[in-house]
């Protein structure tokens, strides 16, 4: 398990699971190493001792197994296997990847002892080695104590490097939920929108349907044709009332005061206002809008308005001085087409206006509430196009 020290607390990150092509490499490593270092003492054992060469051999496959547990107990497990190393040379593998292993930890406190143990362990090995003379330690003393320095360096290194991708999961996977929850408040926040925006267009449709319901009630000197025609009027804002309130049934108001009326919401007939407020502040715009705005449902000229005072939004913060181009056509029961497109700028924009990437996500969330959707894409020509098909009863 690996730590690091971050503003005077630590984290720990648990070790990453080795993979199949781990566990083999490091196997055959370990008997190469072990074989390198036994190979001319078992020669030796099973010419004169042979004892000792099922003793080496066998104290060698404990370490080996030993060494299976040496992420969990890995002080313990690299004391064991260096002090093997005394009178087993086989144990020099085990020995190493329990060195290297608890090196990967990076504490002082354990790869001092641990290393002192093993150095002493690898002289005394050295000096019963059989042959071995006073005067080899002069060059075997200086080179063991390089390759455990090698050791020990190099898990230090492979130890900081998890720790380093540690840390960058643990940011990443931080800012994955924080951008989830970003995403989930904005369409949270944009449902509560579209609920009051659509208060005030059910409290005319049913306070109309109830006046005229009440004149039914208390009119006795109504004709026939009088009452057949506040009935139709009944009928027709009640059915009004219903396909509104369709898009807005199950959204949860979240403040006391979300309920008040608020000003009338604009449709496609403001879609020409908003266009000659946005030339007059500086936009190049060339509208084409082959529909009749007048008679396009409320709730659908509300979100294709919305549609275009998005698009807009986002050329005055990334692209102010290109060209944008509105086409807005389309029939009843063909339904409404809303496109909007404008050249990438080249370079940075003139101001740094904060992009929150929340417009479009909210924008998508009110498309599909109403029965349409949305896509953006960018063409080869450097084009970025913006459109949206919402439903247009017949």
Do not use: C
Request: charged share 20%.
């Amino acid at each position: 398990m690996s730590t690091i020290s971050a503003g005077g607390r630590q984290q720990v990150f648990a070790p990453l699971p080795i993979s199949r092509w781990g566990h083999t490499w490091r196997l055959l490593l370990v008997l190469a190493i072990s074989a390198a270092a036994w190979v001319e003492a078992a020669i030796w054992q099973w010419q004169h001792l042979r004892a000792w060469f099922w003793a080496d051999l066998g104290v060698g496959i404990a370490s080996l197994v030993l060494a299976h547990w040496r992420r969990r107990f890995p002080f313990t497990v690299a004391l064991v296997t260096n002090v093997a190393t005394i009178g087993s040379f086989s144990s020099g593998g085990p020995a190493t990847l329990t060195l290297f292993s608890l090196a990967t930890r990076r504490r002082w406190r354990e790869i001092v002892p641990i290393t002192l143990v093993a150095m002493a362990a690898g002289l005394v090995s050295l000096r019963s080695a059989p042959g071995s003379q006073e005067d080899d330690l002069i060059v075997t003393g200086p080179a063991l104590v390089a390759i455990l320095g090698v050791i020990v360096a190099w898990g230090m290194y492979v130890g900081s490097r998890r720790e380093l991708l540690g840390t960058l999961r643990e940011r990443a996977e931080t800012a994955e939920s924080e951008q989830a929850a970003r995403v989930a408040q904005a369409r949270t926040s944009e449902r509560t929108r579209i609920a009051r925006e659509m208060h005030d267009v059910l409290a005319h449709r049913i306070s109309t349907v109830t006046m005229h319901a009440g004149a039914l009630t208390y009119r006795e000197d109504l004709t026939a044709t009088q009452m057949r025609a506040t009935a139709e009027v009944i009928q027709d804002n009640a059915r009004q009332a219903l396909v509104e309130l369709r898009e807005v049934l199950g959204l949860l108001r979240e403040e006391p005061g979300d309920a008040a009326p608020e000003r009338p919401q604009p449709d496609a007939t403001d879609l020409d206002a908003l266009i000659r407020e946005a030339m007059t502040t500086g936009l190049r715009v060339s509208p084409t809008i082959q529909v009749d705005t007048s008679g396009v449902p409320p709730t659908t000229g509300r979100t294709a308005y919305r549609v275009v005072q998005e698009a807009l939004t986002n050329v005055r913060k990334h692209a102010t001085y290109t060209a944008v181009s509105i086409d807005v056509t389309g029939s009843p029961g063909e339904g409404l087409r809303v496109v909007v497109s404008n050249r990438l700028p080249i370079g940075q924009p003139a101001h740094d206006l904060p992009a929150s990437g929340l417009g479009l996500i909210g924008l998508r969330e009110r498309v599909e509430l109403a029965g349409g959707r949305l896509d953006r894409e960018i063409t080869p020509q450097r084009d970025f196009v913006l459109s949206a098909w919402l439903p247009w009863p017949a």
